[in-house]
Every structure is written in C-alpha cells, then in structure tokens.
C-alpha cells in the first residue's frame, strides 16, 4: 500500500502544470478582452497576465483612457485569471515568460505591433512557444473609444440645437 502511494505521487508530480503567458494593455476591460482571456486559461493550468505600464502604452500606442493601476485591479477581477504581472515589457521576452515559469504565450489572431512597426510577439514566435487564439469580432477599445466620442458629439450637438440646455430645462420652461 506504502508503495502505491509513492508511485502515485511520482505520477501527479511528472504532470506538470502547464502555464500559460498573456499579455496587453487592456484598457477599458470589455468582453474581447475577457474572450481572450478565456481561451487562453483553457490552453493551460494557470494563466499569468502581463498588463504593460502606462509609459509602455504611451510609447508603442498612445495614451491609455484608464491608468496602469485601474488596469491591473480590472484584470484582477477576471475569473480565469490566477496571476497578474504589473509593468510587463510591451514586446513579449522569453526571460519573463521563464521568470513566471510559463510554457507559452497566447495572443488574439490579430497582429500587435510596436512603435517600429514590428510584431510584439515575433520573439516568442520565432521561438517556437506562441499560441494563437481567436479574436472577437467587432469589439476593441478603439471602437468603444469611437461609439463613445460619437455619442457624446451626437448628444452635444443635439444640446446645442436647443441653445445648450438639456431637454429637462426645456421642458421645464414650457
């Protein structure tokens, strides 16, 4: 009985926990974001979340709308999230994913580039250790940033066809 017991844990230990590398600037956390997220723990055990700092964002995107630390507690909340690393490199390192023990990397079919105009991920790819995952269709900060300008342009123009005053004053006066 002794004896089984030692087998049995050799066995649970040769099964290595596969961990599993992301990361990204996750500015105003939407549902592609937690998308990705989701496939990428499926990949794996453990999934580890590099959220780049504000000055990496600002660098190789231009300015972010939350800042790093409202990003890092918005990934935080992310139910398949087991590890967050603050100010991960914006160009994906083999070192880091070996510091944080992670097998591979996982990113959305949809191509990152940084402010030379090169592929964030070329070095874990060029490596062999980078997995893709599908990217949600038409969802992106950029187009949420977009809908959000349009409507607030939509609303202001409609406020100044009435002099300014929103429909509550308006309605008040008649």
Known sequence: LQHYFIQSNLRMKEKQ?????????????HFGHANQLRQAKAMGDY?????HSDE???????????TEEERYKMVCS???????VEGAPYVTQLQTMDDYKAQFCVHGDDITLDADGKDTYHIV???GRY????????????????????????NNMSQSSDHGLPSQVLASKM
């Open 17 to 29: 926990q596969v961990r599993v590398w992301c990361d990204g600037c996750y500015d105003v956390m």
């Open 47 to 51: 999934l580890i979340v590099g959220v």
């Open 56 to 66: 990496e964002v600002r660098q190789n995107k231009g300015p972010p709308v939350l």
């Open 78 to 84: 992310v139910k398949w999230v087991d590890e967050v």
């Open 125 to 127: 790819k060029d490596a």
């Open 131 to 154: 997995k893709e995952c599908r990217r949600t269709q038409g969802v992106s900060t950029t187009d949420l940033v977009g809908r959000m300008l349009l409507m607030t342009r939509a």
